[in-house]
């Protein structure tokens, strides 16, 4: 099955940029999904098809997608951006179908 | 605006079923496919399945095969979704979610805890 591999933590200072990988075999091929989870809440879709942004995500949240590798952006790091951010893609050639990475808590120091 | 607010808290013992309800608003609900999503305790997100409510047909992770059933109620907009055979390994938060487009989940119900314990 379709593997995406993200790395368990990030830090940084608040306005700064942040970070966060996304790894799979040519992952560059698919749409790739991010999520903001906050703690006791439902996830959020903060960026679709690799670098598109839902309506009233703000435009320091952008994403993109290359080779073995997609990226989620956040630009000017803001203390409420603290969260578990997961990626995920669509597989069709995988019994699980929808696959998400493992997930990645940003802490902003 | 796009709402789906599910069924309240479960506790359960081993070996029995639940049943969770998913209800839709603000869309015409046979338009897009929903997806079932479970969290255990800090533990990441594992998508169980996904049906589509116009036709029923339903996809579900090799995983969870021969365990759950996906189903809807078109005329209350209302998804569910049936967990058989439970263990204590099946407590989690159990989410559902409207997916969009190259199968974006867009839009996610509240999440229903269901608790396994003897």
């Known amino acids: 099955s379709y593997v995406l591999t993200q790395p368990p933590s990030v830090s940084v200072a608040p306005g700064q940029t942040a970070r966060i990988t996304c790894g799979g075999n040519?992952?560059?091929?698919?749409?790739v999904h991010w999520y903001q989870q906050k703690p006791g809440q439902a996830p959020v879709l903060v960026v679709y098809?690799?670098?598109d942004r839902p309506s009233g995500i703000p435009e320091r949240f952008s994403g993109s997608n290359s080779g073995n590798t997609a990226t989620l952006t956040i630009s000017r790091v803001e203390a409420g951006d603290e969260a578990d951010y997961y990626c995920?893609?669509?597989?069709?050639?995988?019994?699980?179908?929808?696959?998400f990475g493992g997930g990645t808590k940003l802490t902003v120091l | 605006q796009v709402q789906l607010v599910q069924s309240g808290a479960e506790v359960k013992k081993p070996g029995a079923s639940v049943k969770v309800s998913c209800k839709a608003s603000?869309?015409?609900?046979?338009?897009?496919?929903i997806n079932w999503v479970r969290q255990a305790t800090g533990q990441g997100l594992e998508w169980m399945g996904w049906?589509?409510?116009?036709?029923?047909?339903?996809g579900y992770a090799q995983k969870f095969q021969g365990r759950v059933t996906m189903t809807r109620n078109t005329s209350i907009s209302t998804a569910y979704m049936e967990l058989s055979s439970l263990r204590s390994e099946d407590t989690a938060v159990y989410y559902c979610?409207?997916?969009?487009?190259?199968?974006?989940?867009?839009?996610w119900g509240q999440g229903t805890l269901v608790t396994v314990s003897s």
């Open positions: 979610a409207r997916v969009s487009g190259t199968v974006a989940l867009n839009s």
């Open positions: 603000g869309y015409t609900f046979t338009s897009y496919d």
């Open positions: 049906m589509n409510p116009n036709s029923g047909n339903t």
């Open positions: 040519n992952i560059g091929s698919k749409s």
């Open positions: 098809d690799d670098s």
């Open positions: 995920q893609v669509w597989d069709s050639s995988s019994d699980h179908h929808v696959v």
